[in-house]
């Protein structure tokens, strides 16, 4: 497995989810990580992600709520959820964008269901 998603689970709206991706070591050192997530019945979207350049970028809908972080040295990806909205329940995907970023060359992670309820 390249990628492995943990941390999902459900969730009372204003909580709080720390989602973990562990990668391989050779994927995370050459990679550009980040978060999608698919909600039902939509395609799947940014989440947050770090960029080739090394800084970061949110979705509109997740600013001042979600973070993402690194830890080199775990080879893990971390987004941080804090005041959980409903609209905020769906798969989320690690994803690995090799670098430099070519045509269908990203890894993905199994997902990790994030339910908010109301």
């Known amino acids: 497995v390249q990628l492995q998603a943990s941390g999902g689970g459900l969730v009372q709206a204003g909580g709080s989810l720390r989602l973990s991706c562990a990668a391989s070591?050779?994927?995370?050192?050459?990679?550009?990580m980040g978060w999608y997530r698919q909600a039902p019945g939509k395609q799947r979207e940014l989440v947050a992600r770090?960029?080739?350049?090394?800084?970061?970028t949110f979705a509109d809908s997740v600013k001042g709520r979600f973070t993402i972080s690194k830890d080199n040295a775990k080879n893990t990806v971390y987004l941080q959820m804090n005041n959980l909205k409903p609209e905020d329940t769906g798969v989320y995907y690690c994803?690995?964008?090799?670098?430099?970023?070519?045509?269908?060359?990203?890894?993905w992670g199994q997902g990790t269901l994030v339910t908010v309820s109301s």
């Open positions: 994803n690995a964008r090799p670098l430099p970023p070519r045509i269908d060359s990203d890894y």
């Open positions: 070591g050779w994927i995370f050192s050459i990679s550009a």
């Open positions: 770090f960029t080739a350049s090394g800084t970061t």
